[in-house]
Structure formats: C-alpha cells, structure tokens
C-alpha cells in the first residue's frame, strides 16, 4: 500500500462491517422473521433473534402457502427462469451468428430492429403487450409468462461483440477443411463461447427469477403465480389476517436462489454484469 | 466493424435470425405500434369503440395536475436513488480497495442485495418500517418520531427511496470497485510522494479518473429508478398515499390496468418510450467516447 496504515486501517474496516451489517440487515431481520410466531411478530418490538418455528412455518409455506403452495411457485418461478435464460441465449447466439458471419441484404435492417429493443422495456409497453398476449392466449401459461420476454438486445450486442474478437483464421481454417457454417458453429464458435454464455446465464437467471410486472398481469390463477409475485399477494394487509411467518418464510425462498447463484458464481456473475453493460 | 470472412449461403441467414425477429416483431413492434395508435385514440365511456382524436390524449395530459406531479416525483424519487446509492457504494468501494485483508469477503457480503427482487426488497423494507408491526418504526417511534408513511407521504418517499437505492449499492459498489482498481498504483504513489495527504489524493486523482465509471453509473441509475422500481412501490406503498409515490411507469400501469383509461395509458407509454429513447442515445454516445479515456 501507499503509505503504512494504522488507525485508519482499523477504522475503514469498522466502516465496512457497520455498512455490511446495515445492507444485511432486511434480509437477516427476514429471515429472523419466518422462525416466529405470527403473535410475535404483530405485538411489536419482535425478538431480534430466531425463535424455534423454522421447520413449522418453512413446511407450511412450502405445501399449504396462503394462496397457493410455495412450492409450486418456487417451481413456476423456476420454470420461467431456466426458459428466459436459455430462450434469450439461444436465439441471441443463433441472430448473431448471421449478423456477424454472413452478408445478406437486410443485414443492417435486422440490426436495427434488434437494436431498437433497447428501448422499449416492458414497463413502458405493458397495456398494449398485454393485449397481444391476451389475444394469442397466452394467459396463465408458462409460454406466456417467457416467450415476451426473451428477444433481448444486450444479449446479441454480447455475442456479437465476442464473435468480433474471434480471429478470421479459425473461419479460414475451417473452410480450407471443408467445413460449412453449420459445422463451424457447432464445433468452434459455440465451445469458443462457453464462458460467455455461462456468464450471461447467470444474469439472464436472476433478471427472469427477479420479474414482477410481467407474471403480475397474466397469472391471474394462484396456482400459475412465480414466487416474487406471489408474495405481494401472502403480505398481510391487516394485522389479524394474514401469516407473517409464513410470508416472510416465502421471502427467504424467493431470494434463497438468486443469492446462491450470485454468491457461488461470483467470477461469472461480475462478468456477465460488466460484459452485458458493454 | 466488419468480418473480413464470412460465409456464402443464401438461406441460412435468416432462418438463424427468424427466431429472434419472429419474437421481436409479435412481442415488441406490434404492441408499441398498438400503443402509438391507441393514444391517438379515445375509446368511449362503454368501452364499445373508439373515436380518432389526434393528439388531444397528450394535450390532455400535459394540463393533467396529477401527470405533471408525478413527473416531479419521479424527478425527486431517481435523484435521491441515484445520490444515495451511489454515494454509499462509492465510500464502500473506496474503503475495500484500501484494506488489504478481507477484501474480497467484503465483496461477497455487499453483492448479494442485487440477487433480491425490487419486489422482495420492497416486502423486505416493509417487514422493518410497517408502522403497526415494523420493529424499526417500533424503536423509532419509542425514539419520538412520529413515524406513518401510510399517511404521511413524505415520509413514504423517504421509504420507497431507502428500498430502491438498498437494492441498488451491490451493482454500483462492483463498478466503482472495478474502476478503483483499474487506477495505476504508481499515480497514487507519485501523488504520496509529493506529500499529498488521502482526501487531496482522492478529489484530484482517483475522483477525477473514475469520472467515466461515474457517469456510466449515473445514466444507468437513472434507467433503474425510472423503470425497475415498479416492484418496490406496488408492493410498498401502491402510489400512495394519495399520488405522493406515484412515478411515471406506476402510473402507466395505475391508469391503464387499474383506471382503465387506455387512451391516456398508451400516450404515457409513447412518452416514457422517448424518455427511454433519450437515455440509450446518451449511453451509447458515451461508450463510443469512453474508448479515448
């Protein structure tokens, strides 16, 4: 280091923990929250500490849940997750692929469209989107809740930035092999591609796990509900109804993957972050 | 850029590019072309048809009280996110790049509020300062406080600004770290050479190179206060009270969804998608001038 560090050194790391502890907070105070009883909780100050109602309120909320068991949401929410990852990865690799690797007319026109997705997010197109779903009867499905959300610009701009890198020889090299495109793509440019996708898979999971709005509009049967959307529905709105514990156990599991994707995936979850802000 | 290789074939092109236009064309292009169309239009009070109104939907809402006024929240809401988030982050930031043990235990400990759902982290906040069961407003109204964001709206926005920005330090505090450590070490130390002390370091060497990491952060801090943080007011305080926590994207949704008012709905959605428009534009001008940096 710059210079030698004493006291200033014990004092950004206090600074630190203090700031940890004040971010973790909510999430431990969550989690203290689903080992409680509901009584507990509603006569406030609740004990800061877990009480002995894990294995109660995690079971109920898993089988029984308030409007439809957790575990089925923990399942939709899964489902959705896993089909708008790969959905995006495979048609943004597939549309890079031709952006890059060949010359046609249109080229640039396919571009720009895709391009143009940047800048209409769901949220700002909600009504209209609805209305298309709707029509096509896509209501309370998985095909509904993923298929509007996979065509994503970041994820060719990704793609093709990476194919950019790829040196011309390979394709030379193929070529002189007798290789077509198909077979280049297969055997070179996809294994060339592993940490990248790899990278953007973990993104790609936590930005679908984590949707709200989307699941909020057509699922409107409990049982089709993602967890994350679902317990807006569990929260109690009055204090002698509703299930504290039970929600708050429902918000642990609804966070419980993506923070284990993001803690034991760190390398690849900061790579996919910078490389997909490129 | 352009590839100096590339394949012959006639076809394969864009059968590889049909998926992701087939879904782009169905899922994008047709609803907002359905939302440009549908605020020039002002369906009647039944719901039977529709009448061709020009523009009067958006001169309609630009005399609204209530749009205007949720222009201001929105204004008030992403300079707040924005300010807090990124001020914690960067102290956070600064002070892990410094201290040599625990780093990256640090960085682990501080990344995972960005796996939480703007939802979650609204239940969450909502768990702690919920006036009649929240264990922090307990202990802040045993403090004095007069504390009830269900009717004070102030007090709400002060709420919903906590939760959004919370959400937002992990994502802002890896950038910051990234851009902290891509400083040369040897500038520093020149600096310390010279006898200049910590803070005169920070405002006039590693402040002003990390300028172009700040800016990044500023624009997409902006986009996340503008449209990810529908989650955290639908579940903290639903717009409320009154319109108080009412942003731009909320009310789209409060009015086409809840109100029914389509008209007004979809010209909300033309608007934001300008708004949206602007904000790419001005990102991609500067990742195009962040190459000289």
Not at chain 1, 125 to 152: C, D, K
Not at chain 2, 253 to 276: N, P, T
């Given at each position: 280091m710059?210079e030698?560090?004493g006291?200033?050194?014990?004092?950004m790391?206090?600074?630190?923990i203090?700031?940890?502890?004040?971010?973790?907070?909510p999430?431990y105070l969550?989690f203290?929250?689903?080992?409680?009883t509901?009584?507990?909780?509603?006569r406030?100050?609740?004990p800061?500490?877990?009480?002995p109602?894990?294995?109660?309120?995690?079971?109920?909320?898993?089988?029984?849940?308030?409007?439809?068991?957790?575990?089925?949401?923990?399942?939709?929410?899964?489902?959705?997750?896993?089909?708008i990852?790969?959905?995006?990865?495979?048609?943004s690799?597939?549309?890079a692929?031709?952006?890059?690797y060949?010359?046609?007319?249109f080229r640039?026109?396919?571009f720009?469209?895709?391009?143009?997705t940047?800048?209409?997010p769901?949220?700002v197109?909600?009504v209209?989107?609805?209305?298309?779903?709707?029509s096509?009867g896509?209501?309370?499905s998985?095909?509904?809740?993923?298929?509007?959300l996979?065509a994503?610009?970041?994820?060719?701009?990704?793609f093709?930035?990476?194919?950019?890198?790829?040196?011309?020889?390979?394709?030379?090299?193929?070529?002189?092999?007798?290789?077509g495109?198909?077979?280049?793509?297969?055997?070179?440019?996809?294994?060339?591609?592993v940490?990248?996708i790899a990278?953007?898979?973990?993104?790609?999971?936590?930005?679908?796990?984590n949707?709200?709005?989307?699941?909020?509009?057509?699922?409107?049967?409990?049982e089709?509900n993602t967890?994350?959307?679902g317990?807006?529905?569990?929260?109690?709105?009055?204090?002698?109804?509703g299930?504290w514990p039970?929600?708050?156990?429902?918000?642990?599991?609804?966070?419980?993957?993506p923070?284990a994707v993001?803690i034991?995936?760190?390398?690849l979850f900061?790579?996919?972050?910078?490389e997909t802000?490129? | 850029?352009?590839?100096?290789?590339?394949f012959?074939n006639r076809m394969?092109?864009y059968?590889l590019?049909a998926?992701?236009?087939?879904?782009?064309i169905?899922?994008?292009?047709?609803?907002?072309?359905q939302?440009?169309?549908q605020?020039?239009?002002?369906?009647?009070?039944?719901?039977?048809?529709?009448?061709f109104v020009?523009?009067?939907?958006?001169?309609?809402l630009?005399?609204?009280r209530?749009y205007?006024?949720?222009f201001?929240t929105?204004?008030?809401?992403?300079?707040f996110?924005?300010l807090?988030?990124?001020?914690v982050?960067?102290?956070?930031a600064?002070?892990?790049?410094?201290v040599?043990?625990g780093a990256?235990?640090y960085?682990?400990l501080?990344?995972?509020p960005?796996a939480?759902a703007?939802?979650v982290?609204?239940?969450?906040w909502?768990?702690?300062?919920q006036?009649?069961?929240?264990?922090?407003?307990?202990?802040?109204?045993?403090m004095?406080i007069?504390?009830?964001?269900v009717?004070?709206g102030?007090?709400?926005?002060?709420?919903?600004?906590?939760?959004?920005?919370?959400?937002?330090?992990?994502?802002?505090?890896l950038?910051f770290?990234a851009?902290l450590q891509?400083?040369?070490?040897?500038?520093?130390?020149?600096?310390?050479?010279?006898?200049?002390?910590?803070w005169?370091?920070?405002?006039?060497?590693?402040?002003?190179l990390?300028s172009p990491?700040t800016?990044?952060l500023?624009v997409v801090n902006?986009?996340?206060?503008f449209?990810?943080?529908?989650?955290?007011?639908?579940t903290m305080t639903a717009?409320?009270?009154?319109?108080?926590t009412t942003?731009l994207v909320?009310?789209?949704?409060?009015?086409?969804?809840?109100?029914?008012?389509?008209g007004?709905s979809a010209?909300?959605s033309v608007?934001l998608?300008?708004?949206?428009?602007i904000?790419?534009?001005?990102?991609?001008r500067?990742?195009e001038?962040?190459?000289h940096?």
């Amino acid at each position: 280091m710059v210079e030698k560090q004493g006291f200033g050194t014990i004092l950004m790391h206090a600074v630190l923990i203090i700031g940890i502890a004040i971010v973790c907070f909510p999430i431990y105070l969550t989690f203290v929250g689903s080992t409680l009883t509901h009584f507990e909780i509603i006569r406030p100050p609740m004990p800061l500490v877990p009480g002995p109602h894990f294995i109660d309120n995690y079971s109920e909320a898993l089988t029984a849940g308030i409007t439809a068991p957790v575990g089925r949401m923990l399942l939709n929410s899964f489902v959705m997750a896993m089909g708008i990852a790969i959905g995006k990865i495979a048609i943004s690799i597939l549309s890079a692929y031709a952006i890059v690797y060949f010359r046609f007319p249109f080229r640039m026109f396919a571009f720009w469209a895709i391009f143009m997705t940047l800048m209409l997010p769901v949220e700002v197109r909600i009504v209209p989107t609805y209305e298309v779903v709707a029509s096509l009867g896509m209501l309370n499905s998985y095909t509904g809740l993923i298929l509007p959300l996979i065509a994503s610009a970041t994820a060719t701009f990704l793609f093709r930035q990476f194919f950019m890198t790829v040196p011309d020889e390979l394709v030379e090299a193929a070529r002189v092999d007798g290789a077509g495109p198909l077979r280049f793509f297969k055997d070179i440019l996809l294994p060339l591609s592993v940490t990248n996708i790899a990278a953007l898979f973990v993104i790609l999971f936590i930005y679908g796990w984590n949707q709200f709005l989307w699941p909020l509009l057509i699922t409107t049967k409990p049982e089709m509900n993602t967890i994350v959307m679902g317990l807006k529905q569990m929260m109690p709105t009055a204090d002698d109804y509703g299930n504290w514990p039970v929600t708050m156990a429902a918000a642990t599991l609804a966070v419980l993957p993506p923070v284990a994707v993001v803690i034991f995936m760190q390398r690849l979850f900061v790579k996919g972050l910078v490389e997909t802000e490129k | 850029m352009e590839k100096r290789v590339t394949f012959d074939n006639r076809m394969l092109p864009y059968l590889l590019l049909a998926p992701q236009l087939a879904v782009t064309i169905v899922f994008f292009f047709w609803p907002a072309g359905q939302a440009l169309y549908q605020s020039l239009l002002l369906p009647d009070p039944f719901g039977l048809g529709a009448r061709f109104v020009w523009f009067s939907n958006f001169e309609y809402l630009f005399n609204d009280r209530y749009y205007l006024q949720s222009f201001v929240t929105t204004a008030v809401f992403t300079f707040f996110v924005t300010l807090v988030s990124m001020s914690v982050a960067l102290l956070f930031a600064v002070m892990a790049d410094q201290v040599i043990k625990g780093a990256g235990a640090y960085k682990t400990l501080l990344i995972w509020p960005y796996a939480v759902a703007p939802a979650v982290a609204g239940v969450m906040w909502l768990f702690m300062f919920q006036p009649s069961i929240g264990v922090v407003a307990f202990y802040m109204k045993a403090m004095g406080i007069d504390w009830n964001p269900v009717l004070n709206g102030g007090q709400a926005m002060t709420l919903v600004i906590l939760a959004a920005a919370w959400k937002q330090i992990s994502y802002n505090f890896l950038f910051f770290l990234a851009g902290l450590q891509a400083i040369p070490k040897s500038l520093i130390e020149a600096a310390a050479i010279d006898g200049a002390g910590k803070w005169h370091r920070f405002r006039t060497i590693i402040f002003p190179l990390l300028s172009p990491t700040t800016f990044f952060l500023l624009v997409v801090n902006i986009v996340y206060a503008f449209f990810e943080t529908f989650g955290i007011i639908h579940t903290m305080t639903a717009g409320g009270p009154g319109q108080s926590t009412t942003i731009l994207v909320y009310k789209v949704y409060s009015d086409g969804f809840v109100g029914q008012d389509l008209g007004s709905s979809a010209a909300q959605s033309v608007i934001l998608m300008v708004v949206v428009g602007i904000l790419t534009v001005i990102q991609f001008r500067f990742i195009e001038r962040r190459v000289h940096y």
